[in-house]
C-alpha cells in the first residue's frame, strides 16, 4: 500500500504563493507516477499537474502553466507544488495522487481577492 500526506495548504492573498508537499511512503518503489489534482466546491475534480517518479518528466494544466511548478525530492520521496500567482480560482482542495489510485487526504487553498 501507498500512503500520501499533503502539506502546505492555507489562506493567501491574489497574487501571492504557496508550496505544497506530498510526502508518499509505503510501497513507493511501485510508483511510477504521481500528481497534484484540484477540486473546488461544486465542482469536478482536475488535474493539475504531474512527475514522473525519477522527475525527469513533467506535465501541467493549460490553467497552471507559467505560474505553478511540480517538483520531486527522490531521496524523501516527496513531490512539491510550487504555485505562484495565485488567483482567487485557484481555490480548491488540493490532492496529491499516484498512479491516479493512491490519493491523500487533501489540503485547502484559499486565494483571497
Known amino acids: 500500500q501507498v500512503q500520501l500526506v499533503e502539506s502546505g495548504g492555507g489562506l493567501v492573498q491574489a497574487g501571492g504563493s504557496l508550496r505544497l508537499s506530498c510526502a508518499a511512503s509505503?510501497?513507493?518503489?511501485?510508483?511510477?507516477?504521481m500528481g497534484w489534482f484540484r477540486q473546488a466546491p461544486g465542482k469536478e475534480r482536475d488535474f493539475v499537474a504531474g512527475i514522473n517518479w525519477s522527475g525527469s518528466a513533467t506535465n501541467l494544466a493549460d490553467s497552471v502553466k507559467g505560474r505553478f511548478t511540480i517538483s520531486k525530492d527522490v531521496a524523501k520521496n516527496t513531490v512539491y507544488l510550487q504555485m505562484n500567482s495565485l488567483k482567487p480560482e485557484d481555490t480548491a482542495v488540493y490532492y496529491c495522487?499516484?498512479?491516479?489510485?493512491?490519493w491523500g487526504r487533501g489540503t485547502q487553498v484559499t486565494v483571497s481577492s
Open positions: 495522487a499516484a498512479d491516479g489510485k493512491h
Open positions: 509505503g510501497r513507493t518503489f511501485s510508483i511510477y507516477s
